[in-house]
């Protein structure tokens, strides 16, 4: 007969079983501590109505060398002679085979999956967790790549967006200036266009700056037009900038702002990829939108196409310009070209135009920065075109 002790919540916590031995009919408890020194409660969980076989089958096999080697031995490879064999499939192989598997030589169970692969055939490689061969061509990640460029900055992203939101690729934004971009946000969520808010960190990944202004495009490049192209629907009155060597991408965008603000539309460059560069669109603070690249392989042959197109060619200079710009009449159709700081324009350039003109001053500083002077210079063509 069992008498049990119940807990608060109804479970048996210790029975007691009577024994005829006991004299004095009374339950003997159990020790606390048993003979293999481990608490009662384990050997509950153990069973410790089993016999003495049952436990030694149960533990001898520790002491079996061979047994041993079979219960661990999938897990060392390289000790096999068809290394392939043993391998597993992949990282997660252990994860997909829920069940053990019978070694076909000892019989024993093994956590991994053993999988038997061709001779010559090549293992499956693993990028982060997608297991197979990508079925993007290469040579076409490529070209997209070169399609795409990353502007950042709040006034150049809000320009973009206004102006050709068809061309983002994706976007990324920090916390703070989500309110300011409520209505690009809403349009990318309607055009399935892929955005993240972000972090500081993960920021300046994604812009590849720390002068990203909270917002990074991931856009479209606009294609440079060529010559023939602009001047096929080129204005009465038109003012277009040349630059010839004016590769700094802070100059860039501040020539570019300047353009905006003064009405130029069409710039002249040998490389006109240099406007589309995520520095010269940020420091255009959205002027960049506005201006269109004139692609110019062959520089000397562009001018020469809008010369005979009815441009007057305005070389600047400030050592060797003939005409202080005070006393300039600029042309109301002119390309107005601009060089380098350290050099300036050069020889066969300076000889090319049909005028020169530099800005005069006090004589302190050897010239003025490039992107200063095409703001001084096209402000003077506003004043006396279109002012």
């Known amino acids: 007969m069992n008498d049990s002790y119940e807990g608060k919540n109804g479970k048996v916590k210790?029975?007691?079983?009577?024994?005829?031995?006991?004299?004095?009919?009374?339950?003997?408890?159990?020790?606390?501590?048993?003979?293999?020194?481990?608490?009662?409660?384990?050997?509950?969980?153990?069973?410790?109505?089993?016999?003495d076989k049952n436990r030694d089958n149960r533990r001898g096999d520790n002491r079996d060398d061979k047994n041993r080697d079979n219960r661990r031995g999938d897990n060392k490879f390289s000790r096999r002679d068809d290394r392939g064999a043993g391998k597993?499939?992949?990282?997660?192989?252990?994860?997909?085979?829920?069940?053990?598997?019978?070694?076909?030589?000892?019989?024993?169970?093994?956590?991994?999956?053993?999988?038997?692969?061709?001779?010559?055939?090549?293992?499956i490689k693993e990028h982060d967790g997608i297991t197979g061969k990508s079925q993007i061509d290469p040579e076409q990640l490529r070209r997209q790549r070169l399609e795409e460029t990353r502007i950042y900055g709040?006034?150049?992203?809000?320009?973009?967006?206004?102006?050709?939101?068809?061309?983002?690729?994706?976007?990324?934004?920090?916390?703070?200036?989500?309110?300011?971009?409520?209505?690009?946000?809403?349009?990318?969520?309607?055009?399935?266009?892929?955005?993240?808010?972000?972090?500081e960190e993960?920021?300046?990944?994604?812009?590849?700056?720390?002068?990203?202004?909270?917002?990074?495009?991931?856009?479209?490049?606009?294609?440079?037009?060529?010559?023939?192209?602009?001047?096929?629907?080129?204005?009465?009155?038109?003012?277009?900038?040349?630059?010839?060597?004016?590769?700094?991408?802070?100059?860039?965008?501040?020539?570019?702002?300047?353009?905006?603000?003064?009405?130029?539309?069409?710039?002249?460059?040998?490389?006109?990829?240099?406007?589309e560069s995520g520095a010269a669109v940020r420091t255009a603070e959205g002027g960049a939108e506005y201006i269109q690249g004139i692609d110019a392989d062959n520089f000397a042959q562009t001018l020469d196409k809008f010369k005979?197109?009815?441009?007057?060619?305005?070389?600047?200079?400030?050592?060797?310009?003939?005409?202080?710009l005070s006393k300039a009449q600029l042309p109301a159709k002119m390309v107005l070209i601009l060089g380098q700081e350290k050099d300036g324009l050069s020889e066969s350039t300076l000889n090319q135009g049909d005028m020169s003109i530099y800005i005069g001053g006090t004589g302190h500083v050897e010239s003025l920065n490039v992107s200063v002077a095409s703001g001084v210079l096209l402000a003077e063509w506003w004043r006396q075109h279109q002012g």
Request: with cysteine.
């Open 88 to 123: 597993p499939s992949g990282r997660g192989a252990s994860r997909n085979e829920s069940k053990p598997s019978r070694d076909s030589e000892g019989g024993s169970f093994s956590p991994w999956k053993t999988v038997s692969r061709p001779a010559g055939e090549e293992a």
């Open 202 to 275: 993960e920021m300046v990944k994604a812009a590849r700056t720390d002068h990203h202004g909270g917002v990074c495009f991931l856009i479209k490049k606009r294609v440079g037009h060529d010559a023939e192209t602009y001047l096929k629907d080129a204005p009465e009155h038109d003012c277009v900038l040349a630059l010839e060597d004016v590769g700094n991408p802070h100059n860039v965008g501040a020539i570019m702002r300047s353009c905006a603000h003064f009405g130029v539309k069409g710039v002249i460059s040998p490389d006109s990829a240099v406007l």
């Open 308 to 324: 005979k197109a009815g441009y007057t060619l305005v070389a600047t200079s400030s050592h060797k310009g003939s005409v202080p």
């Open 154 to 199: 709040e006034n150049a992203c809000q320009a973009m967006f206004k102006n050709r939101p068809d061309a983002i690729v994706r976007a990324w934004f920090l916390q703070d200036v989500t309110p300011r971009f409520r209505d690009a946000l809403k349009w990318m969520a309607a055009n399935r266009k892929a955005y993240h808010v972000v972090e």
């Open 14 to 51: 210790v029975m007691y079983v009577r024994s005829e031995d006991n004299a004095d009919n009374k339950p003997k408890k159990p020790s606390r501590r048993p003979e293999n020194g481990r608490g009662d409660s384990r050997d509950n969980k153990r069973g410790d109505n089993r016999d």
